[in-house]
């Protein structure tokens, strides 16, 4: 190596610069500053090329024959040598090792000098991960093995990075922004069987690649609960929340997702962003669109879904509850509604049975709204007094 760089020492920035594209080497511009560090970097790489060295037995059957095995040595340019050959690389020549394991096991050692290279075949295989060894052994012997097996030296591994399964599409294409229109259209009029068959038929009417709800009007950031709240359409409103929480439906947009909290944990977030995202405007949620313009049966159906909070404020800081019918000329609604928003509290009195201890207050529970088919569903909250209200 010391040649070598002897060698490069005596070179212009311009032959050296010639150097590096020779061998491919991405680099800064060699100048007074930098060619201290860019020659050191090129005598390495050339120390370890193999342009210049014999071919080895197992080449030379590979390339008369045409062994399938081969192909395992592509991957290796003269800058990204294979360490795993002996006759290239000595135990002492390298700090750490990086092994690469694939799945089928390779029949031979994939070892690379540096995690570039290890890198960058990965990239172009599928099933492979790495690790960074101490020692020459211990990356062949991981290199060799499965690669959905961990390694099984631990006193000499450094660091560890497990393969990337990637997510497999659905089969389901693409919904351009004419068929949103359509969709939007429906919810308008209230046309529930086409609402129906359109989200069946393809989920990313409701769902787009990225796990979020899809948007029907972009200037108002509305999905397509905040349309059918704004167009009064508690029936769809219902509709969507239940098609939502269906399994099933989730199922074809995530056929992959085979344990039940994976795919419980996608429907919570999927009915938390359609049930409590504000829009862009007044930074309302479907539930303060349904209370201040007076929409008895859309407020009954979001505040009976557990996943709905009427917690959330808008732009000037109001609740739902403190907009009720604000936008309505008819306020005759405005007692039930607050009903269904503020609830009825309850406060149990909690006795022995024996008469042992002296009767106490339960924790408050309040209830909100009725779910127009499935009867009384509560949500209890602690409340801040517990005296009897």
């Not at 947009?253 to 049930?275: H, V």
């Not at 557990?306 to 604000?326: E, F, W």
């Amino acid at each position: 190596m010391e040649k070598v760089l002897e060698r490069l020492q005596s070179l212009s920035n311009q032959d050296l610069s010639k150097e590096l594209k020779l061998l491919h080497i991405d680099s800064p511009p060699v100048t007074s500053t930098t060619r201290r560090v860019i020659e050191k970097k090129l005598a390495r790489k050339l120390t370890f090329t193999t342009q210049n060295s014999p071919p080895t037995d197992v080449e030379c059957n590979n390339q008369q024959s045409g062994d399938a095995d081969s192909n395992f040595e592509k991957p290796f340019s003269p800058h990204c040598p294979n360490v795993s050959d002996r006759r290239l690389l000595s135990e002492g020549d390298c700090s750490t090792y990086y092994g690469v394991a694939m799945m089928p096991p390779s029949p031979k050692p994939l070892v690379f000098d540096n995690k570039s290279s290890a890198v960058s075949y990965i990239k172009q295989h599928q099933d492979c991960r790495f690790a960074v060894f101490k020692s020459l052994e211990s990356a062949e012997k991981f290199s060799t093995s499965p690669s959905n097996l961990p390694p099984q030296d631990k006193n000499e591994i450094l660091t560890f990075k497990s393969p990337v399964k990637a997510e497999k599409s659905n089969n389901f294409p693409s919904i351009l922004f004419q068929d949103l229109i359509k969709l939007k259209l429906h919810i308008e009029k209230g046309e529930l069987e086409s609402v129906r068959d359109l989200i069946w038929s393809n989920p990313r009417y409701l769902i787009t690649s990225g796990d979020t709800p899809t948007v029907l009007k972009p200037a108002f950031w509305y999905n397509s609960l905040h349309v059918a709240v704004a167009s009064n359409r508690a029936p769809i409103a219902e509709l969507l929340l239940r098609t939502l929480s269906d399994p099933r439906f989730l199922s074809l947009m995530y056929p992959e997702d085979i344990l039940p909290t994976a795919r419980s944990f996608r429907m919570d977030n999927l009915l938390d962003m359609y049930a409590n995202t504000p829009d862009a405007r007044a930074n309302e949620t479907p539930l303060h669109m349904a209370s201040k313009f007076g929409y008895v049966e859309a407020v009954r159906v979001l505040s009976a879904h557990p996943t709905v909070r009427a917690d959330l404020r808008n732009k000037d800081g109001k609740l739902a509850a403190d907009i009720i019918c604000s936008r309505s000329a008819n306020k005759s609604s405005a007692s039930m509604i607050d009903e269904l928003l503020r609830g009825v509290v309850f406060v149990p009195l909690l006795q022995d049975p024996e008469f042992a201890f002296p009767a106490a207050l339960g924790p408050t529970t309040r209830t909100f709204g009725l779910h127009s088919n499935h009867g009384l569903l509560c949500n209890t909250t602690p409340h801040s007094n517990h005296g009897l209200l």
